[in-house]
T-cell receptor
Framework: DTEVTQTPKHLVMGMTNKKSLKCEQHMGHRAMYWYKQKAKKPPELMFVYSYEKLSINESVPSRFSPECPNSSLLNLHLHALQPEDSALYLC??????????????????FGPGTRLTVL | AQTVTQSQPEMSVQEAETVTLSCTYDTSESNYYLFWYKQPPSRQMILVIRQEAYKQQNATENRFSVNFQKAAKSFSLKISDSQLGDTAMYFCAFMKHRRDSGGSNYKLTFGKGTLLTVNP
């Protein structure tokens, strides 16, 4: 089973709203990722969590706040977003072998995404 | 830094025919992984196939196969017996091997994508 789920599928919010995106996986993966994807473009990495700790922040504005409450769950809290933040937000997970000395293929499996529109 | 180039922004193929999507990459690494992901209009990014650079044998997954030419830094995807459900954006991606990356082999470097349309 390589399933990553994301909720909601669609989200419309105003610039003053606070909302959250949720991502869940039950594959025992220890690395989870948030990506932002604009139309007809490849995904852009935002954050990486490994073993529930934030490992990588790709210089993302503070209006995006990630959270990893446990090894299966990843949230992205949104506050005071701008219209240019409208995009597809993808979550992914992987085994986290990059954390392990033995190396290996750390294949990322993606969720279906949340389509975010900021008005 | 790694770069991945997909030189065909759009392609089309007739149902049941074979199509090949090209991907080239530039790296100084000797150990790495290459991936093809597809993203249908339904938008979920789905892993199609994966290739380890140290393996000479080309990866295959049912109707999907790759032609991996390490010296030429080429990684093309062949789709046989194309089906309407193959219509999607296809992304080629590169990832370093951990031992050569200083622990930073989490990062996928994507190409810009090829939009494939399968026509009935």
């Amino acid at each position: 089973d390589t399933e990553v789920t994301q909720t909601p599928k669609h989200l419309v919010m105003g610039m003053t709203n606070k909302k959250s995106l949720k991502c869940e996986q039950h594959m025992g993966h220890r690395a989870m990722y948030w990506y932002k994807q604009k139309a007809k473009k490849p995904p852009e990495l935002m954050f990486v969590y490994s073993y529930e700790k934030l490992s990588i922040n790709e210089s993302v504005p503070s209006r995006f706040s990630p959270e990893c409450p446990n090894s299966s769950l990843l949230n992205l809290h949104l506050h005071a977003l701008q219209p240019e933040d409208s995009a597809l937000y993808l979550c992914a997970s992987s085994q986290g072998t990059f954390l392990i000395r033995s190396g290996g293929t750390d294949t990322q499996y993606f969720g279906p995404g949340t389509r975010l529109t900021v008005l | 830094a790694q770069t991945v180039t997909q030189s065909q922004p759009e392609m089309s193929v007739q149902e049941a025919e074979t199509v090949t999507l090209s991907c080239t990459y530039d790296t100084s690494e000797s150990n790495y992984y290459l991936f093809w992901y597809k993203q249908p209009p339904s938008r979920q990014m789905i892993l199609v196939i994966r290739q380890e650079a140290y393996k000479q044998q080309n990866a295959t997954e049912n109707r999907f196969s790759v032609n991996f030419q390490k010296a030429a830094k080429s990684f093309s995807l062949k789709i046989s017996d194309s089906q309407l459900g193959d219509t999607a954006m296809y992304f080629c991606a590169f990832m370093k091997h951990r031992r050569d990356s200083g622990g930073s082999n989490y990062k996928l470097t994507f190409g810009k994508g090829t939009l494939l349309t399968v026509n009935p």
